[in-house]
């Protein structure tokens, strides 16, 4: 298996621009979290689906961004308009079982986002 | 919600020695405290894994020992290696919530 395959591996994007990031997980697994990494708050949930369904979307710090997953292979998430403060390392992870399982996550290698 | 707490946050070592990383978690109904690795680049790794009915488990040069009383959890590596230089993150999972610390800086100086 490739693993969780997630794109672009950089972003280098202009204040107020739309960036989407995309993620492919393992297949099989039906569980896919969104995860934002900073030096200052470590790394922090945005989003969790199972079955393709978002399950808690309380991590998603404001309207500004907003998460799909059409079908059981791929997910989006979406910054529109884009600000300096949301430059982070964004990863993917997916899990076979549903997060109250509690078993460990397989991550993405990430996308670094910059916003100038 | 749960409340994760890693110490130290940097760690030098020289190879060969033992390296010990420790977490505390706030939530008694936390039952699974995986930690992973994070190499330069890279998305964290999961390197080993205990549940609460477990107190210690163990693979290869890498434990992890489990106090749910104290609601403490540590990860050991002996015979460090430079490879093992990375940055390590230990997390607490509830029913509803899993929470990462804010991750230990190895350094395995040969």
């Known amino acids: 298996d490739a693993g969780v395959i997630q794109s672009p591996r950089h972003e280098v994007t202009e204040m107020g621009q739309e960036v989407t990031l995309r993620c492919k997980p393992i297949s099989g697994h039906n569980s896919l979290f969104w995860y934002r990494q900073t030096m200052m708050r470590g790394l922090e949930l945005l989003i969790y689906f199972n079955n393709n369904v978002p399950i808690d979307d309380s991590g998603m710090p404001e309207d500004r961004f907003s998460a799909k997953m059409p079908n059981a292979s791929f997910s989006t998430l979406k910054i529109q308009p884009s600000e300096p403060r949301d430059s982070a390392v964004y990863f993917c992870?997916?899990?076979?079982?549903?997060?109250?399982?509690?078993?460990?996550?397989?991550f993405g290698s990430g996308t670094r986002l910059t916003v100038v | 919600g749960e409340n994760v707490e890693q110490h130290p946050s940097t760690l030098s070592v020289q190879e060969g020695d033992s390296a010990v990383i420790k977490c505390t978690y706030s939530?008694?109904?936390?039952?699974?405290f995986p930690w992973y690795k994070q190499e330069l680049g890279k998305g964290p790794q999961l390197i080993i894994d205990?549940?609460?009915?477990?107190g210690e488990k163990k693979d290869q040069r890498i434990a992890v020992t489990l106090n749910k009383t104290a609601k403490h959890f540590s990860l050991h590596i002996t015979e460090t290696q430079p490879e093992d230089s990375a940055v390590y993150f230990c997390a607490a999972s509830g029913l509803n919530d899993m929470r990462f610390g804010a991750g230990t800086r190895l350094t395995v100086k040969p």
């Open positions: 992870a997916s899990s076979f079982y549903p997060r109250d399982r509690g078993d460990g996550y397989t």
């Open positions: 939530d008694s109904a936390s039952n699974y």
């Open positions: 205990i549940r609460s009915n477990v």
